[in-house]
C-alpha cells in the first residue's frame, strides 16, 4: 500500500496531555496506583446533554488533533474526510449503566459502539466513509491499514484515526477479569490525521504474541485501542527518516504496521484521481 | 492485477433466522411469506410496551454445542457458520488455518454476557462481554487462525464486514474470509428501542403509508469470500463494490433527507465501477419506521434516478424484524438468492403503498425477475451507513 504521512496527531491520556507527559517506565511513574483517569471534558452546549465521557473525550482528541495541525474545525469537515474509530471497551461504561439502570431509555443510543465516532462526526461534520473497528491495539492499526485503503482508492482526501479507551466506570469489572492487562490502566483519546503520502506501509495480523510487543505497555501502561496512537505521537520526535514499525496485540493475536519511511517526515503526495462514474 | 481489480466471489452463504435456520428454509420462508415474528420468551419482558419480536426458539441445528460456550450470540454465530460449512462443501473451506480469517458485524456483540456478569457471572463471562468476544469464538469453532476482526458500525456491520473481508483477500492477508454478521435479541436491546418507542405493537410495515416502528430480530449470516481465481466454478455471485458514509446529523435517527445513505450508495457504485443503470435490484434497510424508510427511499429516488420507481425493491425486517448486525449480511445474500432463482422475495406487511416511498416495492407475491446486478443498503445508530453492490454469478 502507498503510505500515509501523519499530518497530525491528538493526544489526551491519563497522563496528561501529549506525549511530552508520558514517563519512560509506566510502573515506576504510576507509584503503585492501578488507574489513570481523565476528566470529563467541560462542555455546556446543550447538544451535550446526554453526552458521555468517551463521547466527549473522543471530540476533545479530534480538537487536540485541530490544534496540533494548527487549522479549524472547515479543514476536516464534509465528505472527503473518513473517519475510522477504534476501540476495545469504550461502550463498557455506558452498557453497565443500562444494565443496571442508571440511564433511561433515551440513553440507550449512547451505549452503541458507534456513538463516539457520531459525536465527532457531527461535531465537526465529518461525512465521508466511516468504519468502526472493535478490539485492542490490532484494531487500531488495522484501522491505519483501512484508511490507507481508503486514501489509496481515492474514497476520500483524508483519514481520521480516532481511539478512545476509558475505564474508571468499570475499574472494578477490569480488576475481576484482569485476563492478560498491563499496569496501569491509563485512559485514553486519541486521533490521527493521515494523508497520501510516499513510500509504502505494510500491515499483517496473525495469531500469536511476538515477545517484543510488550515495550509500549511497559512505558505507558495498558491503554489498548489507544496504544498505536500514544505510540505514533511518541515516535513524532524521532529523527530517523525512517522506516518506522509499529507493533501491538491483543487477545492472543498481534499486527505490525511497517512505514517504509517516517510518516511524520514525508512529502504529502499528490491527491490521487478521484474516480466518477457517469 | 491492482489490489482494486482483484474480483471477489461470494462462494457461498449460511444464515440462522426466526424464519429458517439453513440458508434454503430462509429463502423458502421470504418466498412463502413466513412470519417469523412472536412473543418474546426467552427473557422477561411483561414490563415493556412492546414483548414481540423475531425471536429464534430453539437453535436446531446439529452442532456438538458442548464445544461452544454457553453464550448466545456466539451460538448464533457458529449455528450460521454450521450452514455455511454445509453449504460450501467441504472443500470449500478446506484452506490452511492460518490463511482462513473471520470479519463479523455486530451492533450488540455479547452484551448479554455482561448482564450475566454483572448478576455475578465469573470473570469468564466478564471477558465474554466485549464486543469481540463471539468473533475469536466463531474463529476457534472454525479452526481459523487468521485475523478474527470484529466491526460494529451498528445496523450496517454486516454490510462493513463483508468490505473488510474483502479487503483482506485483495491485500493477500488471508486465502478465504468467512464475513457477515449477527446479533440476539436480548433484553438489553429490547429495552432499549423500547424505550426509545421505536418498537411497533402493530405489524412491521416496511414502505407503507400505516407503517409505525419496527420490532427486533436475532439472526446471523455469513458468506464465504474468495479471490475469484481461487473460488472454484461453484459461487454464488461476486462482491463490486462497497460504499460507507457518516451521516453526522443525530445520534440516533437518520438523516432525515437520506444525504448519508446516498454518499454510501454512490461510493458503493464508483468502488464498483458501475452507473446506477445497471442496478436490477435493492435489498433495502427498510426497517418500517416512519423516518427511515421516507429517507431511504428519497435517497434511492436521487441515485436511481428516472429508474427509481421501476426497480423492484423488498424489506426483509417484516419477515424477521430488525435483526441489527445481521441485517446486511441477510440482505446481501437476498441479492445473491434472488439472482440465482430469479425470484425477488415480497415485503411482507407492505400492503398501502405510501406515496412518500416511490419506490417499486416488491408486494403481495414474489417477482419473477432475475437480477444480476443489486444493491444492498443499510442505516444505523450513529449515522452509519453502508451500500454493497453484488453481481449474482
Known amino acids: 500500500m502507498r503510505a500515509p504521512a501523519i499530518r497530525a496527531v491528538g493526544l489526551l491520556s491519563g ?27 467541560a462542555v455546556t452546549h446543550e447538544r451535550f446533554r446526554r453526552s458521555r465521557r468517551e463521547s466527549l473525550l473522543g471530540i476533545a482528541a479530534v480538537g487536540a488533533m485541530l490544534e496540533d495541525a494548527g487549522v479549524g474545525a472547515e479543514a476536516i469537515a464534509g465528505e472527503r474526510t473518513a473517519l475510522l474509530f477504534a476501540t476495545a471497551a469504550a461502550y463498557a461504561a455506558s452498557n453497565r449503566d443500562f444494565i443496571e439502570t442508571r440511564i433511561g431509555g433515551m440513553y440507550f443510543p449512547y451505549t452503541a459502539v458507534a456513538a463516539v465516532p457520531a459525536e465527532a462526526a457531527i461535531e465537526f461534520g465529518i461525512t465521508g ?74 500491515f499483517d495480523q496473525r495469531r500469536g504474541v511476538p515477545r517484543e510487543t510488550g515495550g509500549a505497555r511497559q512505558r505507558f501502561g495498558e491503554m489498548l485501542a489507544c496504544e498505536p496512537v500514544m505510540a505514533l505521537a511518541l515516535a513524532r520526535d524521532g529523527s530517523a527518516a525512517g522506516p518506522l514499525r509499529l507493533q501491538g496485540a491483543w487477545r492472543g493475536e498481534s499486527a505490525r504496521l511497517e512505514w517504509s519511511r517516517n510518516p511524520y517526515r514525508m512529502r504529502r503526495a499528490a491527491r490521487p484521481e478521484r474516480r466518477r462514474i457517469a | 492485477m491492482s489490489a482494486k ?139 481459523a487462525r487468521g485475523p478474527a476482526v470484529t466491526v460494529s458500525t451498528a445496523c450496517a456491520s454486516g454490510a462493513t464486514a463483508l468490505a473488510i473481508g474483502a479487503g483482506m483477500l485483495r491485500r493477500g492477508e488471508a486465502d478465504a474470509v468467512v464475513a457477515g454478521g449477527y446479533d440476539i435479541l436480548c433484553r438489553f ?16 410495515r416496511p414502505f407503507d403509508r400505516r407503517r409505525s416502528g419496527l420490532l427486533l430480530g436475532e439472526a446471523a449470516g455469513l458468506v464465504l469470500l474468495r479471490r475469484e481465481r481461487e473460488a472454484g466454478a461453484r459461487r454464488l455471485g461476486t462482491l463490486l463494490g462497497y460504499g460507507s458514509a457518516s451521516d453526522a446529523t443525530h445520534i440516533a435517527a437518520p438523516d432525515l433527507e437520506g ?47 428516472p429508474r427509481g420507481g421501476a426497480v423492484p425493491v423488498n424489506s426483509i425486517k417484516g419477515a424477521l424484524g430488525h435483526t441489527m448486525g445481521a441485517a446486511a449480511a441477510l440482505e446481501a445474500i437476498v441479492c445473491l438468492l434472488a439472482g440465482r432463482y430469479g425470484l425477488v422475495p415480497a415485503t411482507l406487511g407492505l400492503e398501502e403503498r405510501d406515496p412518500a416511498c416511490d419506490l417499486d416495492c416488491v ?18 445508530f450513529g449515522g452509519c451507513n453502508a451500500a454493497l453492490v453484488i453481481e449474482s454469478a
Not at chain 1, 496531555?17 to 510502573?27: E, K, L, R, T
Not at chain 2, 470479519?103 to 469481540?132: I, K, M, P, W
Not at chain 2, 436491546?189 to 412491521?204: H, N, P, Q
Open chain 1, 15 to 41: 497522563w496528561g496531555p501529549g506525549a511530552g507527559a508520558v514517563p519512560a517506565d509506566a510502573a515506576a511513574a504510576a507509584t503503585g496506583c492501578a488507574l489513570l483517569t481523565l476528566a470529563r471534558p
Open chain 1, 129 to 202: 466513509p466511516y468504519e468502526i473497528l472493535v478490539g485492542g491495539p490490532t484494531a487500531t492499526l488495522r484501522a491505519v491499514a483501512r484508511a490507507t485503503a481508503l486514501l489509496e482508492s481515492g474514497a476520500c482526501d483524508r483519514a481520521l484515526v480516532l481511539a478512545v479507551e476509558i475505564f474508571e466506570e468499570c475499574a472494578d469489572l477490569f480488576a475481576r477479569a484482569r485476563g492478560g492487562l498491563a499496569r496501569p490502566l491509563v485512559e485514553g483519546a486519541g486521533c490521527l490525521w493521515l494523508e497520501p503520502g510516499e513510500g509504502t506501509l505494510s
Open chain 2, 5 to 143: 481489480s482483484e474480483r471477489i466471489s461470494i462462494v457461498s452463504a449460511g444464515a440462522v433466522t426466526p424464519i429458517g435456520q439453513d440458508l434454503d428454509s430462509f429463502w423458502s420462508g421470504l418466498l412463502d411469506g413466513a412470519d417469523g415474528i412472536s412473543g418474546v420468551e426467552r427473557f422477561p419482558v411483561a414490563d415493556l410496551r412492546v414483548g414481540r419480536g423475531g425471536e429464534i426458539k430453539k437453535l436446531t441445528r446439529a452442532v456438538d454445542w458442548r464445544r461452544v460456550p454457553d453464550c448466545r450470540a456466539t451460538r448464533l454465530l457458529v449455528s450460521a457458520a454450521d450452514d455455511l460449512c454445509e453449504q460450501s462443501g467441504q472443500r470449500a473451506l478446506d484452506v490452511e488455518p492460518a490463511r482462513l480469517a473471520v470479519v463479523v458485524g455486530t451492533a450488540l456483540g455479547g452484551v448479554e454476557e455482561g448482564e450475566r456478569a454483572l448478576r455475578g457471572g465469573s470473570a469468564r463471562r466478564l471477558r465474554g462481554a466485549l464486543y469481540d468476544a463471539p468473533a475469536r469464538r466463531l474463529a476457534r469453532w472454525l479452526g
Open chain 2, 189 to 204: 436491546v429490547m429495552r432499549g428501542f423500547d424505550g426509545l418507542r421505536s418498537l411497533t405493537r402493530e405489524r412491521v
Open chain 2, 259 to 305: 444525504r448519508g445513505i446516498e454518499r454510501a450508495v454512490r461510493g458503493a457504485l464508483t468502488d464498483a465501477g458501475v452507473g446506477p443503470e445497471a442496478i436490477d435490484f435493492v435489498s433495502a434497510h427498510g426497517t418500517a419506521t416512519p423516518l427511515n424508510d421516507s429517507a431511504e427511499a428519497a435517497a434511492l429516488r436521487r441515485v436511481l434516478g
Open chain 2, 363 to 380: 408486494q403481495g407475491s414474489p417477482r419473477a425477475t432475475r437480477p444480476r446486478v443489486s444493491l444492498s443498503t443499510s442505516l444505523g
